[in-house]
């Protein structure tokens, strides 16, 4: 699989949605009429809240042209030896 262009770490969910949004030039009332969510929930998702509802940031992060990717942390080894152990002997 060829490596994608990750952010930096430091970067999180809000802030991406933050300069996305500035980018597109659209304020959070507009971004979030637009996303046909609440402007309350832009901006509980821009300030790192960390109990937002991972469905209604998904439509938010459409809006911006952008998407959740879930990418597996965990070592080759782990993930191959937990796939082996659930198959039948």
Known sequence: MAQQNLPEREDNIGDMARRARKEA??????LAALADV???????????????????TEK???????RLTA???APRGLRA?????SEAP
């Open 71 to 73: 990418i597996p942390l």
């Open 60 to 66: 938010v992060l459409d809006v911006l042209g952008m």
């Open 81 to 85: 030896s937990a796939s082996t152990t």
């Open 25 to 30: 030039r659209l304020t959070q009332p507009q």
């Open 38 to 56: 609440g402007t309350r929930f832009v901006h509980d998702l821009e300030s790192g809240k960390r109990t937002v509802r991972l469905d209604v």
